[in-house]
């Protein structure tokens, strides 16, 4: 892919704000720059906009049900929006499921100091803190220190200087350019419907190709039958 400052001249070519060949002063070098990495932030909402799950690993410690993920964290990486899902794996390199669960779900789990040699459930509470980070609550409180592997989505990279190349699969430039002339052009003009048209379908593109394949499946429980698990108490 292209310098962001290229990108940047592309995007308000296309709105007629640049002409072929163009360059940004200082002062809209800072302005775009910011205008840019906020608008990186705000597809990072969007999950079938990027493009990868980032797999992480971190040991257990014993005893301990509660960590904290993102910079500086106890899992010191970047912050996950969202967790896809997780495992842990034993002493004898066998993986065990984690299931990700919502908040309501792991409130009802009535003994939360339960033990077991492993979790059975992780739920992600991704509240934004000061210190950037979110919180992992594992149920039942593992006993041992194995390692978990955590699966997730994470935001877009933002960038510091309007030299970075931003890399990035095929089709993403275009999307960037003729969306961000869609994010810059309020208060300058009114967007061509052609490009509004491009802005739309490249996005498109990107989210049929990024989204999961859905598989069927059966509950477990309907298949077995019941079985104790960590909800019975």
Do not use: C
């Amino acid at each position: 892919m292209a310098a962001v400052s290229t990108m940047v001249i592309s995007s308000l070519i296309s709105i007629g704000e640049k002409s072929i060949g163009g360059t940004l002063s200082a002062g809209e070098g800072t302005h775009y720059l910011n205008k840019f990495n906020s608008f990186l932030e705000s597809l990072s909402q969007e999950p079938l906009m990027i493009y990868q799950i980032t797999t992480d690993s971190f040991s257990l410690v014993a005893s301990t049900s509660t960590y904290t993920i993102g910079s500086g964290g106890a899992v010191n990486t970047d912050r996950p929006n969202t967790i896809v899902n997780a495992f842990v794996r034993d002493s004898s390199d066998f993986d065990h499921d984690i299931k990700v669960v919502d908040q309501a779900t792991y409130a009802a789990i009535g003994n939360k100091t339960q033990t077991a040699t492993w979790p059975e459930i992780v739920y992600y509470d991704n509240a934004f803190s000061a210190t950037s980070t979110g919180t992992l609550h594992f149920a039942p409180v593992p006993s041992e220190a194995n390692t978990v592997f955590l699966n997730s989505w994470k935001q877009l990279t933002s960038v510091s200087h309007l030299s970075t190349n931003v890399l990035m699969p095929p089709g993403y430039q275009r999307m960037l350019e003729s969306n961000f002339a869609l994010e810059v052009s309020p208060g300058l003009v009114d967007p061509p419907a052609m490009l509004v048209k491009i802005a739309r379908d490249s996005k498109a593109a990107l989210k049929n190709v990024n989204a999961p394949t859905a598989i069927s499946r059966m509950d477990a429980g309907i298949v077995r039958g019941h079985r104790s698990n960590i909800f019975d108490g």
